[in-house]
């Protein structure tokens, strides 16, 4: 199973970025989809989840109306669009994809926003 994470970068404060995240290895369209940062010195934490349908969406707080978590099944892709991007979202922007009691993760993308 790999999951690959693309779209990070610099970007000023205010701006946007998507993050897309491509499995392969697995039944892709089975598997619930989240997406979870680290900042450093921080534990990694919880941004945006979807469904394995994509019925259901749930958003850490801090990020609530600002980003959307979505998936494209027939791509065997999640992504992330972040607007009105902060300071405080600069981390490492790492996918998961869990079934049951299978989890897989990616190896990250790094996230900076700076003026």
């Not at 369209?29 to 994509?54: C, F, H, M, N």
């Not at 902060?86 to 700076?114: F, I, L």
Request: a positive charge.
């Amino acid at each position: 199973v790999h999951l690959v994470e693309s779209g990070g970068g610099l970007v000023q404060p205010g701006g946007s970025l998507r993050l897309s995240c491509k499995a392969s290895g697995l039944t892709f369209s089975s598997y619930a989809l989240s997406w979870y940062r680290q900042a450093p010195g921080k534990e990694r934490e919880l941004v945006a989840d979807i469904t394995s349908a994509g019925g259901s969406t749930n958003y850490a707080d801090s990020v609530k109306g600002r980003f959307t978590i979505s998936r494209d099944n027939a791509k065997n892709t999640v992504y992330l669009q972040m607007n009105s991007l902060k300071p405080e979202d600069t981390a490492v922007y790492y996918c998961n994809a869990k079934r049951n009691w299978y989890a897989y993760w990616g190896q990250g993308t790094q996230v900076t926003v700076s003026s």
